[in-house]
Every structure is written in C-alpha cells, then in structure tokens.
C-alpha cells in the first residue's frame, strides 16, 4: 500500500518519509556509558535486521560515550534525552544522529534555540514523543482523562516551539500503552500534521502481550499507510523486538527479505518433537535475510501436501522424515537430522 505521504527527513543516511520504506528501530537497555557492552549489544541488533537505534543519555558520561560507539557501529544512532538541554549540546556535539527530546521540558526559549541552532548545524532532526501516560497537567484535566485530541494538542505545543525557530527536521510519535488509543491518536495526527511519524506502542509488557497490542494497533496503522519508522517494545533484551517487528512488516508486504516460516499446530498424528525443531529453526532463521519459506510439518499424512509452496520442508514422523523442495519429495531423512539438514537448505538456498 502506498504511505502517507509527509514530509523527508534524514537521519544520517537514511531518508524518513516520502518513501514506502519503514525503518526499523530499537533501543538499548545498557547505560550508554558502558561502551563495549552497548556496541557489542548494537552490532547483534543490525545483524538481526534493526535499522535505527537509540541510546539513553542521562548525564554527560552517557553524552561523551557517544563518540566512541559511533566509531564501532553502521546504523544511525538516536539520543534520548529528558529535560537537559545541556546533554543535548553534548550529544550533538558527540555525534548523535537524531534527538529525542521535548522542547517544551528543556526550560526557556534560549535553551531550545541553543539545541535547535546546533541540530541545524549538524543536520539533525528531532523526535518529539508524546506519551499517553505523562500529558501536560491542564491538558489532562481539560479533557477529563488521556484522549488522543489531548495528545494532538501537546504535540502542537511543542511542534511551534521549533516552527518559531524555523525548524522543520521533526519527527512525531504517539505512544500508549492501549493500542486503540495509540490508533485513535496516530490517525488524528495523521491529519494535522505532515511530519514522519514513528511508530509505537509504550509498555506493551512481556513478548506475547507486545505481539498482541503492538500487532493490533501498528499492523493497522502501518496497513492504512500510515507510519515511516517503528518500534516494537518489549520488557527485557531489545534483540526480543527484532523478530517481531520484522514479521509484521513482512506480513503487511512492507519488506520482502524475511524467511517465512511455516509451522502446523501439532495433533494426535505428530509422532516426533517438532516444537524443539520449530524453536530451533525460528532462532536460527533471525540473522537470515533472504526471501524463503520453510515449512515444519508435524506428519508425513497432510505434511507434504500443506508444505507443497514451500522453498524447503519437513513433514515429519515416526524416527524419521521427509525433505521437500518446491512441492517434491526428494528424500527420507533420519529424524535426528532433520534440523542440521534444514539449516544446510537454508543456508545454499
């Protein structure tokens, strides 16, 4: 589908908006200060397929380590910074490719023209982010609870903070933790702004209910058109996001180098341990990029005719197995080769 079209910003080399492309972003949960540990961390998540990452600043030692971990790594590299507009020079000044920052919580107008002066400078844009969950006091009360109307309008509170600066490098985001309002929002904004938006839902919790939510809300969003970079959060390792963003982007025909991977529910006929098999390949499948489909089938009975579209399968059954490429039969295989075997196919595919 094609995207709403808004404004283009760029961020380091990568052009956000006026294209069909949605980045994909996550962030790191290691003080940015601890160098190694953050490269190391974010090197993992660009061979996993993350195209945009973002490190948290909360002192100046974060500010200064920037410089080093942009030495290290390929991807550009967003500062997030609350409230200190001193830790914002200090990371423009270190290398960051993007801030995150609220114009209206860094203090006075001579503060933001300081940090916006020095984005022009450098060619950087700025994220404004707008949580459900920390919306302006009288905004709050105006509207009774947190409603998306409320959230447009705290954006347009910061927004023409830099519009009377003469800057326009912005990116907007409308996050909550209830994915209905995050589509509510998101729509609205939509409408009344033209900058890119960055997808997301905030606090989504563990993997399954970030899946759920997060596919709810941004699988509709991003199906309406609507989004140009996105994040999937999830509580813990940010190498948990990867995948799942990564699947419902292909799922929306948004990027086509993911494997697909095909796997049945498993009944009464399966006679071998296919859930450890599945596992496997799944994990295994994260740092490929390339266009296939594998399929796992359960059993020889319906495998071989519902795995008739895959690249590469398995139906599987009692101490053994069978190999399927393209829809044919080519061999019976051990069961105890069925995974190393499936991982050479995929590899010379």
Not at 151 to 177: G, P
Not at 200 to 221: C, D, F, P, R
């Amino acid at each position: 589908m094609k995207r709403t079209q808004t404004r283009q910003v760029m961020i380091k080399n990568l052009p956000l908006g006026q294209n069909e492309h949605v980045y994909i972003q996550s962030m790191c949960n290691i003080p940015t200060k601890c160098v190694k540990e953050v490269i190391s961390q974010i090197l993992s998540l660009e061979k996993m397929g993350c195209e945009i990452i973002r490190v948290s600043c909360l002192d100046m030692e974060d500010a200064k380590a920037i410089a080093q971990i942009q030495k290290e790594i390929h991807i550009p590299l967003v500062a997030d910074i609350h409230f200190n507009y001193k830790l914002a020079l200090a990371c423009i000044e270190a290398g960051a490719d993007k801030i995150r920052l609220n114009p209206g919580n860094i203090g006075s107008k001579e503060n933001v023209k300081k940090v916006v002066s020095a984005c022009k400078e450098k060619h950087i844009p700025i994220r404004i982010g707008i949580n459900s969950g920390s919306l302006e006091k009288d905004i709050h009360e105006k509207y009774g609870k947190v409603t998306a109307q409320g959230m447009i309008e705290s954006a347009k509170r910061h927004v023409s903070i830099l519009e009377e600066c003469d800057f326009y490098d912005t990116v907007l985001s409308f996050k909550s933790s209830d994915p209905l309002l995050c589509i509510e929002a998101y729509r609205l904004a939509c409408s009344t702004f033209d900058y890119p938006l960055h997808l997301g839902v905030t606090e989504a919790g563990t993997t399954l209910t970030s899946a759920i939510k997060s596919s709810l809300a941004l699988g509709t969003l991003l199906m309406e058109g609507i989004g140009n970079t996105i994040r999937i959060s999830v509580n813990g390792s940010p190498e948990k996001e990867i995948p799942i963003v990564k699947e419902l982007l292909k799922d929306c025909r948004l990027i086509s180098n993911v494997p697909n991977l095909i796997a049945c529910p498993t009944c009464g006929r399966t006679q071998w341990n296919i859930e450890n098999a599945v596992n496997e390949i799944e994990q295994y499948l994260q740092t490929v990029n390339k266009e296939i489909t594998v399929a796992i089938m359960g059993c020889a009975v319906n495998g071989p005719g519902e795995a008739k579209h895959a690249d590469i399968a398995i139906a599987g059954g009692k101490e053994e197995g069978l190999l399927i490429k393209k829809g044919k039969i080519i061999e019976k295989l051990p069961q105890d080769q069925i995974v190393s075997r499936l991982k050479k196919e995929i590899d010379e595919f």
